[in-house]
């Protein structure tokens, strides 16, 4: 098994077992590692990243092959990456931009899988330019350039 298969392995059994999970691992060619966790329910703390870099670095030998290690938290406005960043946020406005290019802010209902059903707002037709109307749909992950929260204060 080679280096970088035992990281990623390591960073998703540490976090299956401390109820966070992995939104992204990114080596570079110079074995710079970047780890990127979340939670479905509670804000990832300095700890969880602490404990997670002793995890990994008691797991992966530098002797076998040196590299950095950073572990850090999905920023709330940072681009969705996985599923399950999406399912956390039902019910929550998200911003979309389709591969098209176009922009929708939507309500996000539900996500599963292979994507993700929203309700917008659309200017409605032959009712005067003021007047909306509630959209719903779906789409695939594969449709969505990129996907986050919008943050109200």
């Given at each position: 098994?080679?280096?970088?298969?035992?990281?990623?392995?390591?960073?998703?059994?540490?976090?299956?077992?401390?109820?966070?999970?992995?939104?992204s691992v990114e080596?570079?060619?110079?074995?710079?590692?970047?780890?990127?966790?979340?939670?479905?329910?509670?804000?990832?703390?300095?700890?969880?990243?602490?404990?997670?870099?002793?995890?990994?670095?008691?797991?992966?030998?530098?002797?076998?092959?040196?590299?950095?290690?950073?572990?850090?938290?999905?920023?709330?406005?940072?681009?969705?990456?996985?599923?399950?960043?999406?399912?956390?946020?039902?019910?929550?406005?998200?911003?979309?931009?389709?591969?098209?290019?176009?922009r929708l802010r939507?309500?996000?209902?539900?996500?599963?899988?292979?994507?993700?059903?929203?309700?917008?707002?659309?200017?409605?037709?032959?009712?005067?330019?003021?007047?909306?109307?509630?959209?719903?749909?779906?789409?695939?992950?594969?449709?969505?350039?990129?996907?986050?929260?919008?943050?109200?204060?």
């Amino acid at each position: 098994m080679k280096q970088a298969d035992i990281l990623k392995a390591a960073a998703d059994e540490w976090a299956v077992n401390n109820g966070v999970f992995v939104v992204s691992v990114e080596i570079s060619k110079d074995n710079d590692v970047d780890v990127t966790i979340d939670a479905d329910s509670r804000d990832i703390t300095l700890d969880d990243c602490v404990a997670m870099t002793g995890y990994i670095q008691e797991r992966v030998d530098r002797d076998v092959e040196d590299y950095s290690l950073t572990i850090g938290s999905a920023g709330l406005s940072s681009p969705f990456k996985v599923p399950r960043q999406y399912r956390k946020f039902v019910g929550s406005e998200i911003q979309i931009t389709r591969l098209s290019g176009e922009r929708l802010r939507a309500t996000l209902l539900a996500a599963d899988d292979r994507g993700v059903e929203i309700s917008w707002q659309r200017k409605g037709e032959g009712k005067g330019k003021k007047a909306m109307e509630t959209v719903t749909g779906h789409l695939d992950y594969s449709e969505i350039k990129t996907a986050k929260p919008i943050i109200k204060f």
